[in-house]
């Protein structure tokens, strides 16, 4: 009978299979009785008519997925509350974004938020950015596929590709058929699934572990509540200063860099609306960050005394939120159910993004070049074939981010490959009036050489983590095998791992925590392009840009630019 109960009924199918009729129908609705969706611009930016509902949740719930649903309860039950920063910084973030970046792509008046690029340096900038972008997008795509995937077995059973074969086809009908307004509409429905999810899980969590008292008391006395952790070790996962500046610099690099996401802005008809879109979405992201931080140590609370990953309960970490659901609601019906549609929702939301604005960026930067006769209708045609390779070339890439410890540090560090870089690019691009193409090629390149030197060391090494307190104490003897895991050290240091393989040498840089990286390849390609610009300096194209300089960029070019360029040293100014 308890075998039972952690595994979905029929009910909780009833429940998931409901959301997903529910999206699909939504796209295959606007894919058939919307005629206008007879361009690009209609497919992708839905005619630049959408209201602020639609294209703020269709926001929230691209940055949002498994990553937030899986991975930040993971985070906080390891690792404590520190990392309840990132929900003050998201705000912070939400005003930079509305300042410089909104404004800038929309006028550029382009599907493409890399045109800039294009216009700035070079078309050869451009696709070289375009291709690294897809590749990045679809990484992170393929972990979020695989994670959800994993965390569906523990509930169902299924075979994790089978599971990954089938929510593909299912986001690739919807995506391809229902182009941007079939995508966002359906997005709504999504994220409010996942909301429900979560506070599901909360209600549910603290009614079985016996209300806030407990959890307080637990949390507390492991040291998961501790939000000051001044600790200046780089590798350690989750201090104050990696919470507040590292996290800074990871998420403006993601945010504002983000096909995925500011083709949603780019909906709306002005950048007031835009703005004022941008500001819900990250509200809503920060609220929602912050629940499932507090998901995480009531997960705690229950697991305190016999840790699932040390008991062999589950295979990975991913699959722990899942576990805990199943324990607290399998026995009653149809709420596991809600919490794997919300799952779900925030999976299929995440990969229908990227099905969508991938193709957005390859037709606007590779195809339409090419074939400038193709017809509007055709063009059509080709997007939604290019929705359907871009589905089969992100199931191949599972077979390399299922490597990754959790689905949130996969996010992350897959994110972290280009866009600090592409930051660089962009940032650089407007401040600097004699940047040229070759400082900014050389700076984006030995960016993501720097980066992949050290997501893939750190994979291939996996240094060991010091967790917050984990105990078996309170399992039966039947259920503990003690082994080690490549993701979590519970009650050793990472030290006391080392004594135990003295053949493994980690390279300082390897062992960094991840939120770190994405500054790290700012830095280095901030100075690379520096260097670089005093050696290339041209600054032909600077003028085919000023009419898109975002009002806060201008100011401080007329403030700030000429005593800038003069501690820099990098050539004269042609502004």
């Known amino acids: 009978m308890e075998n039972e109960q952690r595994l979905l009924k029929s009910d909780d199918y009833v429940v998931v299979a409901a959301m997903v009729i529910v999206s699909t129908s939504i796209g295959i609705y606007y894919g058939i009785t919307k005629k206008k969706q007879s361009s690009p611009f209609e497919y992708f930016l839905a005619g630049r008519r959408m209201t602020l509902i639609p294209m703020a949740f269709s926001a929230f719930a691209t940055g949002m997925g498994p990553a937030t649903v899986l991975g930040t309860p993971t985070e906080s039950y390891n690792f404590g509350m520190q990392i309840v920063w990132w929900c003050i910084i998201q705000f912070l973030i939400a005003f930079i974004l509305n300042w410089i970046f909104i404004p800038l792509y929309h006028k550029m008046g382009s599907m493409n938020v890399y045109k800039f690029l294009e216009v700035r340096y070079n078309t050869k900038t451009k696709n070289v950015v375009t291709t690294m972008a897809a590749v990045r997008a679809i990484l ?49 429905i999504q994220a409010v699934a996942m909301v429900l ?140 159910g809600l ?68 689905v949130k540090q996969a996010s992350v560090s897959t994110a972290s490959i280009i866009d600090g870089s592409l930051l660089i690019l962009i940032l650089f691009g407007l401040l600097l009036p004699q940047a040229s193409f070759k400082a900014a090629l ?5 960016g993501i050489l720097v980066s992949l030197w050290i997501v893939i060391g750190g994979l291939i090494v996996r240094p060991p983590l010091k967790t917050k307190p984990l105990s078996v104490e309170g399992c039966s003897a039947d259920n503990v095998t003690f082994r080690f895991h490549p993701e979590m050290t519970p009650d050793r240091s990472s030290a006391e791992e080392n004594l135990q393989m003295p053949w493994i040498t980690y390279f300082p840089l390897h062992s960094l925590s991840y939120i770190w990286i994405s500054m790290i390849v700012i830095f280095v390609s901030g100075f690379v392009f520096i260097v670089m610009s005093q050696i290339f300096a041209k600054g032909e194209q600077w003028k085919l840009i000023r009419d898109v300089i975002p009002d806060s960029i201008q100011n401080f070019h007329r403030r700030l630019s000429k005593p800038l360029t003069k501690v820099l040293q990098i050539g004269r100014a042609h502004v």
């Open 140 to 188: 992170q795509c393929s972990n979020i596929v695989y994670g959800t995937a994993t965390a569906l077995n523990r509930a169902t059973n299924i075979e994790t590709w089978v599971i990954i074969g089938s929510i593909t086809g299912i986001c690739v009908l919807y995506t391809s058929v229902g182009g941007m307004k079939g995508v966002m509409w359906a997005d709504v």
């Open 197 to 336: 999810s979560f506070v599901t899980v909360i209600v549910m969590g603290l009614i079985y572990v016996g209300g806030v008292g407990p959890v307080w008391k637990r949390s507390y006395e492991s040291g998961r509540l501790q939000i000051f952790n001044f600790d200046t070790n780089p590798t350690t996962r989750h201090t104050f200063w990696t919470s507040t500046v590292g996290y800074f610099f990871s998420y403006l690099a993601g945010a504002s860099t983000s096909q995925l996401v500011h083709q949603r802005y780019l909906t709306a008809p002005t950048i007031k609306e835009a703005r004022r879109g941008n500001m819900l979405s990250l509200s809503m992201t920060a609220s929602t960050v912050f629940l499932s931080q507090i998901i995480g140590i009531i997960i705690y609370a229950e697991y305190h005394t016999c840790d699932p990953i040390k008991s062999k309960t589950i295979q990975n970490m991913n699959q722990l939120v899942p576990e805990f659901v199943m324990k607290v609601m399998g026995a009653y019906p149809i709420l596991p």
């Open 339 to 406: 919490f794997f549609a919300g799952l779900l929702a925030a999976c299929l939301s995440t990969m229908s993004s990227v099905y969508n604005s991938i193709p957005a960026i390859i037709m606007e930067s590779l195809i339409q070049p090419s074939k400038p006769n193709m017809s509007a209708k055709q063009a059509t045609v080709v997007c939604k074939l290019l929705a359907v390779v871009v589905g089969i070339l992100n199931i191949m890439c599972i077979l390399f981010t299922k490597n990754f410890p959790n």
């Open 442 to 446: 050389l700076s984006f390149l030995s």
